[in-house]
């Protein structure tokens, strides 16, 4: 897309928004209006947040499907394949939201311990837990994605939620569901992803 072209009203960050996340639904810029305008006061402090903040959900799923290939009993053979290969995707939005922050002249975050209760115990279970945990990903990126303030971290989470959209198809897809739940993906807050990912998550 061209950064000469305008829509009246509109920014480019909007519109890129509306291009690579899919925010423009009406529930989705409802639900995250009230960040944007507490972001714009935060500026140069905002994309700090938002990065590390994609990196621990990046390393929570990066640890799930690690742990998942050594303590899942009897994976089948294409979940197994599947669960190898968004292992190694995750293992791959972990290194780039770490060099993301460095960028940002920041630490990047240390990975706490994170708990999955009986997620593991089944391959059932396993996709069940992968299920939330993709949908919630792609949440909380819609969701941030309009606070971003840096053209480069926008482009990275672009590239990002379209592939954790993609983990998320499949997974649908192998536990038999829709493989969207709609033709809009919801936007959450990160108050909200916090509430979701929080049971996992261990000081």
């Known amino acids: 897309m061209s950064?000469?072209?305008?829509?009246?009203?509109?920014?480019?960050?909007?519109?890129?928004?509306?291009?690579?996340?899919?925010?423009?639904?009406?529930?989705?810029?409802?639900?995250?209006?009230?960040?944007?305008?507490?972001?714009?006061?935060?500026?140069?402090?905002?994309?700090?947040?938002?990065?590390?903040?994609?990196?621990?959900?990046?390393?929570?799923?990066?640890?799930?499907?690690?742990?998942?290939?050594?303590?899942?009993?009897?994976?089948?053979?294409?979940v197994r394949q599947l669960a190898r290969e968004i292992a190694a995707n995750e293992a791959q939005h972990v290194e780039t939201l770490s060099q993301l922050a460095v960028q940002l002249s920041a630490t990047p975050d240390e990975p706490p311990r994170f708990e999955f209760g009986d997620a593991l115990r089944s391959e059932r279970a396993f996709l069940g837990l992968a299920q939330t945990l993709e949908d919630t990903g792609v949440s909380a990126y819609n969701g941030a994605a309009p606070l971003v303030e840096q053209d480069d971290i926008l482009d990275a989470a672009g590239q990002i939620v379209q592939v954790e959209a993609r983990h998320a198809a499949l997974i649908r897809f192998e536990r038999g569901e829709d493989i969207t739940p709609g033709a809009f993906d919801k936007a959450l807050s990160m108050s909200q992803i916090r509430g979701l990912a929080g049971p996992y998550i261990r000081p």
Do not use: H, K, N
């Open 3 to 78: 950064a000469d072209i305008r829509v009246p009203g509109t920014t480019r960050r909007e519109l890129l928004l509306r291009g690579a996340l899919g925010a423009a639904s009406a529930s989705g810029m409802a639900a995250v209006g009230p960040f944007v305008a507490q972001a714009l006061g935060q500026s140069g402090r905002i994309d700090v947040e938002i990065v590390q903040f994609a990196l621990l959900l990046e390393q929570l799923e990066a640890d799930y499907y690690r742990r998942a290939l050594r303590e899942v009993p009897d994976l089948s053979p294409p």
